[in-house]
């Protein structure tokens, strides 16, 4: 066993560990994670809001998804083009970044001298190392998801549920929390925390916000708009309250019309169990005409509406045929995490920086090569497949994550013991030898 191998497997042996001891942040994600997974098992199959169940509506949009996604795959140039073209008309200002370089230039470019950035949930950002790039330009980020307003104040830095990730913290832990930094004595209750940031932060984000930055749950080609879906309503005031919007999204969340980014936020929101408040769709600057007709832009609205359109590893994955160019089919809706056997017995253990469980792996494995997937739990996997039978848009998930095992396996960097019988097999064609 090479040195590096032994180093990869103590670390994670190391860290399962730490789900069985009390108190510290593995065990606390672990104990929460397996209730709310039994939550969505019961649930999923129950008619909670709608006629239909989430599993009956998931199972009758499931292959207009996944058409819709291949359409984008199969004609990635094309949708890109016509999608800055709409968007220009629509007098957004759009940019294509190739690179995650491009796009950090550009980024730093549309802030121009400003001191601070309002955000709301971008897994983009995060891909592409926007936060650290902010960090080193001293730029001020605000989170406005109050999962992420927590996950800021705790300084939390591990893992977490990308649709609720502050909802592992303790109700306790969070108040004294707020105490010790805003010196405010709430009672345990999470009506009185959100007061609290309703009263605060609220108020400060609306007579602050200058330049905000979101994603996009999806984008229409045919349109030029984008769609974002909350039930805080933190997106609606970033996107309202501002002088300059960015957006910036990964070339993958097109989709041909607007009735197709309908249905892809449908889809979300049912394999969420959510209960969705807002959909905003997004198609340009606010503007008014009303003083004799002249066309004036930024009324209320933002005045300035930005797009970075980010490629990355996108259609170098489809021209090179990769073994993960299904993942561009993947609509964000972290259903595969919520049935992961690994995911559940190992919490935020299994997942990376990126996000918990097998997409969070596979994002490493794409930003940092194939040792930084093994250190995320990449062996965790058990090859159960329920992913990829989850799966809304088809993404045979464990089928990438087999072909990450092997690609680990042929640099030796399999767990030790499958390590050993490797060798076995290849030095003495007997792997019990
Ligand atoms: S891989 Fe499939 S189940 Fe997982 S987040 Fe993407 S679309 Fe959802
Ligand atoms: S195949 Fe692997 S990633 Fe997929 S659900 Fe099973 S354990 Fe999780």
Redesign the pocket.
């Known amino acids: 066993m090479s040195d590096k191998n032994k180093e990869l497997y103590d670390h994670l042996k190391g860290l399962i560990e730490k789900i069985d001891e009390s108190d510290n942040y593995y065990n606390a994600f672990t104990d929460f994670w397996r209730i709310a997974c039994a939550a969505q098992n019961s649930t999923i199959n129950t008619k909670y809001k709608y006629d239909d169940s989430s599993k009956e509506f998931i199972e009758k949009y499931k292959k207009q998804l996944s058409d819709i996604r291949k359409e984008l795959v199969n004609n990635i140039e094309y949708y890109v083009e016509k999608t800055m073209k709409s968007m220009e008309k629509n007098k957004m200002k759009v940019h294509y970044a190739k690179t995650n370089e491009e796009a950090h230039t550009i980024f730093l470019e549309e802030l121009g001298d400003i001191e601070t950035v309002y955000k709301s949930k971008s897994v983009e950002a995060k891909d592409i190392g926007i936060l650290e790039l902010l960090k080193e330009n001293n730029i001020t980020v605000k989170e406005t998801d109050l999962g992420d307003v927590l996950i800021q104040l705790f300084d939390y830095k591990l893992p977490t549920y990308q649709v609720g990730p502050g909802i592992h913290f303790e109700i306790e832990k969070i108040v004294s929390k707020i105490k010790e930094v805003y010196g405010a004595e709430l009672p345990p209750k999470a009506e009185s925390i959100v007061q609290f940031f309703r009263d605060t932060y609220r108020k400060e984000l609306l007579n602050d916000v200058k330049v905000s930055l979101t994603s996009a749950n999806s984008i229409s080609a045919e349109d030029g708009c984008i769609v974002l879906l909350e039930n805080e309503g933190n997106i609606s005031l970033l996107t309202r309250a501002t002088e300059k919007h960015i957006v910036l999204v990964g070339i993958s969340k097109i989709v041909p019309s607007v009735f197709d980014a309908l249905l892809m936020t449908k889809m979300v929101e049912r394999t969420n169990q959510a209960d969705l408040a807002y959909i905003s769709f997004i198609y340009g600057p606010s503007a008014t005409s009303d003083i004799r007709a002249h066309s004036v832009q930024g009324m209320y609205g933002a005045k300035e509406v930005v797009i970075i359109l980010v490629d990355d590893w996108r259609t170098n994955a489809i021209k090179e045929d990769l073994f993960y160019k299904s993942f561009l089919q993947c609509i964000g809706c972290k259903t595969?995490s919520f049935?992961?056997?690994?995911?559940k017995a190992f919490g935020n253990v299994y997942g990376s920086k990126y996000g918990i469980?097998?997409i969070g792996i596979l994002r490493d494995y794409i930003h940092n090569g194939i040792e930084a997937a093994v250190r995320d739990g990449l062996y965790?996997?058990?090859?159960?497949?329920?992913?990829?039978n989850w799966c809304p848009a088809e993404v045979n998930?464990?089928e990438i994550?087999r072909s990450l095992k092997k690609i680990a396996t042929e640099k030796g960097l399999a767990p030790p013991p499958l390590e050993k019988y490797r060798q076995k097999i290849k030095q003495e064609k007997n792997p019990f030898s």
């Open positions: 595969c049935y992961c056997t690994a995911s469980g097998a965790l996997c058990t090859g159960c497949e329920k992913c990829t998930l464990a994550m």
